[in-house]
Structures are given as structure tokens and as C-alpha cells.
């Protein structure tokens, strides 16, 4: 079975093509030489996630699948969520930038609870279907680790002593947001195959 990942990012492309297995071949947008930059313009993680993978499926007739993470965190009304990547503002994604702007906004706050949720859409035979995944947990108050990306550094998953950026790719990959709903995705997928 093959299927398209609506990303060129080669750390998710090789979490995903990990936790699927060697039953299903996994094709980056660079694969089916797809080289437009997918507009996202939802407000919402699920609605951004479907935005991409109707493109790939509109544009190139593949199955497909896409995914759409966000940092939520509770004293701040679940900010910066969907705007996660581009918090801070600027040009690209400044993981620098959104931590400390992040960190700026929780100076004093004690309730530091936050989560990461991750929103997947998959067009399967013409047919959407979406999945998430969730991890609890709370923003440190200064960073701390350098492995991972984004907020890592700054988020500390429940029943760790450490941040995303300390606990190393291969824990994070196993606890992740992500890797929950790419494995809700894994267990639908054997069961249409």
C-alpha cells in the first residue's frame, strides 16, 4: 500500500515510515514532486490538516494523510495552538522566538499545565477520516535539553522528570502526540488491509 505524507519533514517522514511499518510505503510531497507550499488557513488544527491532504487528493488523485500540531496551554486559553509554529510572529518558523515569547506570557503564572495535540486527516479512497493524539503536561519555566524541535526544550511530559529536549528522540517518539495518533492511523489502516 502506498501512501502520501503531505510533508518534506524529514524527521516526521522517518517517525511515520517507523511506527507504520514496512507494509505501507510512506511518500514524502518531494516523492510525488509536489513543490507548492499548502496553504493553511483554517483556525482550527483538524480543519488545516484536511486543508493539506484535499490538496494532494484533489491535485494528484493519491491516498493520503497529513497531520497539524499545536502547543495548548490552559492559563492561556489554549494559546498558541493552531498559530504554535508562527507564535512569535516573523518570517518562517522561529522555535527560538515562539519558546520565549511563551515563556514571557507565563512569568508569575503557577498553573504551567499544557498539552500537545496533534490532528491527523487521511483521504482513503475518496473517503476523510481524521485521528489525534494527546500528551498532558506542563511548560518549565526556563529551557532545558537540545534534542527535538519546536517547544521541546520547554515542555515537560507528564510521568517525566524531564523535558521533551532531554528525554531524546526515541522516548518522545514512543509518548508522543504524534506517535498517539499515527498509531490510531496504523490500527485503522490494518483494518482496511
Known amino acids: 500500500m502506498k501512501l502520501v505524507f503531505a510533508t518534506n519533514n524529514k524527521n516526521k517522514l522517518s517517525e511515520i515510515r517507523d511506527i507504520l511499518g514496512k507494509d505501507i510505503e510512506v511518500l514524502s510531497l518531494s516523492d510525488i514532486n509536489c513543490n507548492v507550499d499548502i496553504p493553511e488557513t483554517s483556525n482550527t488544527l483538524e480543519g488545516n490538516a484536511m486543508q493539506k491532504a484535499e490538496y494532494i487528493f484533489e491535485h494528484y488523485g493519491m491516498d493520503v494523510f497529513s497531520d497539524d500540531t499545536g502547543l495548548e496551554v490552559e492559563a492561556l486559553n489554549g494559546e498558541p495552538g493552531v498559530y504554535s509554529a508562527r507564535y512569535a510572529g516573523g518570517k518562517g518558523h522561529d522555535s527560538e522566538a515562539n519558546m520565549q515569547k511563551l515563556l514571557k506570557k507565563l512569568t508569575g503564572v503557577s498553573n504551567r499545565k499544557a498539552r ?18 494527546l500528551v498532558n503536561g506542563e511548560i518549565l519555566k526556563e529551557k532545558s535539553g537540545t534534542a527535538g524541535f519546536g517547544y521541546d526544550p520547554i515542555f515537560k511530559p507528564d510521568g517525566y522528570d524531564k523535558s521533551f529536549a532531554e528525554l531524546g528522540i526515541e522516548i518522545k517518539n514512543k509518548i508522543s502526540h504524534r506517535a498517539n495518533a499515527i498509531k490510531k492511523l496504523s490500527e485503522f489502516l490494518k483494518t482496511k488491509y
Not at 116 to 125: C, D, K, P, V, W
Open 116 to 133: 500537545f495535540r496533534t490532528s491527523i486527516a487521511l483521504i482513503l479512497n475518496g473517503e476523510k477520516f481524521s485521528f489525534e493524539g
